[in-house]
């Protein structure tokens, strides 16, 4: 009896090796002499005890620890410049991690081992509860169409099954059937939405195609045009002139009917991931990543750097990312490849925000914003010299442009190191809303900045957190101390003028004659 108690126990430890391996193996975390899981197939789970692989290195706490982690870093390898970490496969700085099954185990109960350990891997991959807002309901089944000879190949094109995002949430568009004249048959789906308090949906509607755009109307007005071969970028207007946007991809309309959906759900732009300059994940092995999306030039030659940043958010709307899709859109048609990041602790940026960490006085009243303002600070930095070494970005000043606490940043960090900035376009922007604490910086940004850096300031005399008499106390602080701006305070924007960067309409020609102003030749 007891022979066979460490026999089983010993069986059990091997089930719990063999689930480890599978478990890395299949999410890509381990390779077989450098190949996937899927093209090592059976030989590899099935070797004999006289192989050549080494046995129990994968399972020392260090090095599966740096294995368990391989994911995660190789995001940074991907991210392009500036770290150097281990891609699976190439772990301990070997060619190939090399892996020993057998450990004298018994065939037979090797395989039963391994089975075992495959089913449970299954039974652990089943989620027990989903994030809601990464639902996106689609009917039973699709009513396709394919289009007849004589639909024109522009429209033809638009039929079939489109996935992506509109305003950064979850979004689906199934284009069912096209016609001559341009009508077309189409689902139209989305998911959960906290912030734009919006439920997941899908309905049936018709749309028209016309100049090479499908467009929808209803509760707001859905434009569709080619943004390349199989990619769409969508606007969406409400009828009070507020614009979002967003991108779509072809996909397959039999997988998105059987209910699969892509791990990786596809992004305005190229998601990449900056590392930090100065900041270092605790246990310091790597710096911290700041994620970003990055579009790149769309004409012929490398062209000037814009970097687009965000305002603050509360609680969970924290971990929501941005990609400013109708923004960099507007940059790229003025010429510019954009960065649009997210500071630390935002999105999926690493570490922790400190932006709120405020000082106050015994009484809790606030007497200092500057530890949340050196924090931003560093970050951009860390944005400026990633977007630098990108393909496509010429060397040489950068524009920098944000909303709300994003504007004062730019605004402030032109203010600091005036000979690498081209220009700041600011939307709205403001660290806190209280002057005796914050116009100071708007002085000091002023006389850094004086007058070799140009700006556009973008407000709304309907902005809910920043009044206008606290806008003009800002703008005569820095246009005081030396700054030069363009200050433009808006009238009549819908609904919350905070958020006028969602009327396009309203400050377009503005923006547009201040970008064809700058010097985008200064070295």
Excluded at 9 to 35: K, N
Excluded at 81 to 107: D, E, H, T, Y
Excluded at 245 to 263: E, F, I, N, W, Y
Excluded at 328 to 343: C, E, K, Q, S, T
Aim: proline content about 7%; glycine content about 12%.
């Amino acid at each position: 009896m007891l022979i066979l108690a460490l026999r089983s126990q010993w069986m059990w430890r091997q089930i719990d090796r063999m689930h480890a391996v599978v478990h890395q193996l299949a999410h890509g975390q381990l390779r077989i002499r450098g190949r996937s899981a899927a093209s090592a197939e059976m030989d590899g789970l099935f070797l004999d005890q006289g192989s050549d692989l080494t046995p129990d290195p994968i399972f020392d706490d260090e090095l599966n620890a740096r294995v368990l982690g391989a994911e995660g870093d190789d995001r940074a390898g991907r991210c392009g410049q500036g770290v150097a970490i281990p891609a699976p496969g190439q772990i301990g700085g070997r060619s190939g991690m090399q892996l020993r099954f057998g450990w004298n185990m018994p065939r037979p109960l090797l395989l039963v081992a391994t089975l075992l350990s495959i089913w449970m891997h299954n039974a652990l991959a089943q989620p027990i509860s989903v994030d809601p807002e990464t639902i996106v309901p689609l009917p039973d089944t699709f009513d396709m169409e394919m289009p007849g000879p004589d639909v024109p190949l522009q429209i033809a094109r638009f039929h079939g099954a489109w996935i992506g995002t509109w305003q950064d949430d979850r979004h689906i568009l199934v284009v069912e059937r096209v016609k001559p004249d341009g009508r077309a048959n189409v689902v139209f789906a989305q998911a959960d939405s906290a912030f734009y308090n919006m439920n997941r949906e899908w309905w049936r509607d018709e749309a028209t195609i016309v100049g090479g755009v499908l467009t929808m109307t209803g509760f707001r007005t859905f434009r569709y045009a080619f943004d390349g071969p199989d990619r769409l970028y969508l606007t969406a207007t409400l009828k009070s002139g507020g614009v979002t946007s967003g991108t779509l991809v072809r996909t397959d309309p039999a997988r998105l009917a059987a209910g699969d959906r892509p791990m990786d759900w596809p992004w305005p732009g190229e998601r990449v991931f900056i590392p930090h300059l100065t900041v270092r994940t605790p246990d310091g092995t790597r710096p911290i990543l700041l994620e970003a999306t990055y579009y790149p030039p769309t004409g012929p030659g490398p062209a000037p750097l814009a970097i687009f940043t965000h305002g603050s958010d509360v609680g969970r709307n924290q971990l929501r990312t941005w990609s400013f899709s109708t923004e960099a859109h507007w940059l790229r048609d003025n010429g510019f490849a954009v960065l649009a990041f997210m500071r630390r602790g935002r999105g999926r940026s690493e570490g922790i925000n400190g932006e709120e960490d405020f000082g106050r006085d015994h009484e809790g009243r606030l007497i200092d914003v500057s530890a949340g303002i050196a924090q931003a600070v560093a970050d951009l930095q860390s944005a400026i010299a990633y977007g630098r070494k990108l393909p496509g970005v010429r060397p040489g000043p950068v524009l920098l442009a944000g909303q709300s606490r994003g504007a004062f940043l730019a605004m402030h960090y032109a203010g600091l190191k005036p000979g690498e900035v081209m220009g700041v376009v600011n939307f709205s922007g403001g660290w806190y809303p209280y002057g005796p604490v914050t116009t100071l910086y708007y002085a000091n940004a002023g006389r850094g900045a004086a007058d070799q850096v140009p700006q556009l300031w973008l407000y709304a005399d309907n902005d809910r957190l920043y009044k206008e008499a606290l806008i003009r106390e800002y703008y005569r602080a820095f246009v005081t101390a030396g700054g030069r701006a363009r200050f433009e305070l808006l009238h009549g924007v819908p609904g919350d003028g905070h958020l006028l960067r969602l009327y396009p309409d309203r400050w377009r020609p503005i923006a547009d004659e201040f970008l064809a102003s700058l010097n985008r030749q200064r070295p």
